[in-house]
């Protein structure tokens, strides 16, 4: 069986999703302050290996933890559910617009939104 990786189109489709993503995400006033000191081309580089690696593709994720790669934003920017469900809407919009089935986002959601997820991203 194939992973979500592979039905999502692959390398080339998490590329494409991360990219058109981040572009929302930069133009979201709920969210881009978040990413004003960011350097995106690394952020990029880092949410497609990340994705890559969530999604069942080749695991070549080598980032920090959630909880120590969010603590920071949570501590210092008051980072909540708020600002974690206008990143969840983005994920999925972008994925809606690029016209990946709805049985696939929702997987998609499944992961990204699950309560572990978000109780790690938002050191709970």
């Known amino acids: ?3 979500l990786y592979e039905k999502l189109g692959g390398k080339e489709a998490v590329d494409i999703a991360v990219d058109k993503f981040y572009d929302k995400v930069l133009k979201d006033d709920r969210v881009n302050y978040f990413f004003a000191n960011t350097d995106m081309k690394k952020q990029k580089a880092h949410q497609k290996a990340f994705m890559t690696y969530a999604f069942g593709g080749p695991d070549t ?3 920090r933890d959630m909880r120590e790669s ?5 501590d210092n920017m008051g980072l909540t559910d708020v600002h974690f469900d206008a990143i969840s809407e983005n994920l999925i919009n972008t994925l ?3 016209g990946i089935e709805q049985n696939l986002i929702d997987e998609v959601g499944a992961i990204v939104g699950a309560v572990s997820h978000r109780n790690d991203v938002l050191n709970r």
């Open 1 to 3: 069986m194939s992973s």
């Open 61 to 63: 994720f080598s980032g």
């Open 96 to 98: 809606k617009e690029l």
């Open 70 to 74: 969010h603590k920071h934003l949570v």
